[in-house]
């Protein structure tokens, strides 16, 4: 049964490299020609977009994870079944409950990689693609008024703005406003940069200006002063920026628990941050919903033809998966859903078709 097993899992692991890299090739060449038009722009060159687009390829093997092993695992079983390999395979003592367990064991390594590129390599490429972003398209912004984070600090509390990123943890533009217990504005700083010190839970603000708004019995009092660097103390990190700024389905699954916890400590919105938290958690988790989908696509009869009409059906069920959990995301944000069912749906549902599926064509035929 060893034999076996190591036949279904090196056969299923190449097919799903070679669909992989058709996938990442395709993409790759995509990107290519919509970065090639900022090609000599100051200091952006040819090879500057390549390693740029490069540095993309994590991000879209984690999105087509799911989908290579989908497509790659019923190439594999379809295949089987049609050279009549896997009904040898059940002579041999390969029951449907064995195989089951045998597609699952490899789904799990699969959810492994996709946690590692998601989490990991993922977070890494696009930190550094962004310092390439900038050398040669300038400032990450977010529209005309940049991003906003708000954050309480002892009697008081803080509203920031930051214009844009200059490279990660270095802003531009930075605004800070302060406001008492009862809402009143009683100072503002306006820095041209500022650099992040997570270390010491600060930031570094760069050519300031500060404006303290006090109150002298019904007079209204204003003073200013300038301050070529001073230190801020503050508890936002360089990762809740970028995640205000960027796309949060780059942050690190931990780093966006910390920026959710932070948008709720200080009543912001974090339904959409929530939403995506919990679609990192279980997006790995599909591959494992994949490879049971695929499995009953070995028990098929493929010598009177039809096998393309099947493997094809296969790949647009992947092709929906991915679409649905778009979908679902959008629609649990605007109609207030529970973040975590919003994630999961599409996992559930194609759950239950994978049982349903297996239940009716493996066990009961």
Request: charge should be positive; glycine fraction near 8%; aromatic fraction near 12%.
């Amino acid at each position: 049964m060893k034999v076996l097993r190591n036949l279904i899992y090196r056969e299923i692991c190449l097919a799903v490299l070679y669909v992989s890299l058709a996938f990442l090739a395709l993409f790759f060449f995509f990107d290519l020609v919509d970065e090639m038009r900022w090609v000599g722009s100051t200091g952006y060159t040819a090879g500057i977009a390549l390693l740029f687009v490069a540095l993309a390829i994590p991000g879209h093997l984690y999105e087509l994870m799911p989908i290579a092993v989908l497509i790659g695992t019923i190439f594999v079983m379809a295949r089987f079944a049609q050279s009549s390999e896997f009904t040898i395979m059940r002579t041999s003592g390969m029951g449907p409950w064995l195989a089951l367990r045998t597609l699952l064991t490899l789904g799990i390594a699969f959810v492994a990689l996709t946690v590692l590129v998601g989490d990991y390599i993922t977070p890494a490429a696009d930190n550094y693609s962004q310092k390439l972003r900038i050398l040669g398209k300038g400032q990450i912004s977010s529209g005309a008024t940049g991003a906003w984070l708000k954050e309480k600090q002892a009697d008081h509390s803080i509203a920031i703005n930051v214009g844009a990123i200059k490279a990660p943890g270095d802003f531009v533009n930075v605004r800070i406003f302060e406001f008492n217990a009862n809402g009143h504005i009683t100072g503002q700083i306006r820095a041209q940069a500022a650099q992040v010190d997570e270390k010491n839970d600060q930031w570094l603000l760069q050519g300031a200006e500060l404006t303290q708004v006090s109150q002298e019995g019904e007079k209204t009092r204003i003073t200013k002063k300038h301050e070529a660097q001073m230190q801020w103390p503050t508890q936002v990190t360089a990762a809740m920026v970028s995640g205000a700024l960027l796309k949060p389905d780059r942050m690190t699954t931990i780093a966006l628990f910390q920026f959710i916890r932070h948008l709720e400590a200080n009543g912001q919105a974090a339904q959409k941050y929530e939403i995506e938290f919990w679609r990192k958690v279980f997006y790995p988790l599909s591959c494992l919903v994949m490879v049971v989908l695929a499995l009953p696509f070995a028990y098929l009869h493929f010598r009177s033809g039809g096998i393309t009409a099947y493997v094809f059906g296969g790949v647009m069920a992947g092709i929906s998966f991915f679409l649905l959990n778009n979908v679902f995301g959008y629609i649990g944000t605007l109609q207030s859903w529970l973040p975590w069912l919003a994630a999961a749906a599409p996992g559930l549902l194609y759950t239950a078709l994978s049982l349903s599926a297996f239940g009716w064509l493996v066990l009961r035929r």
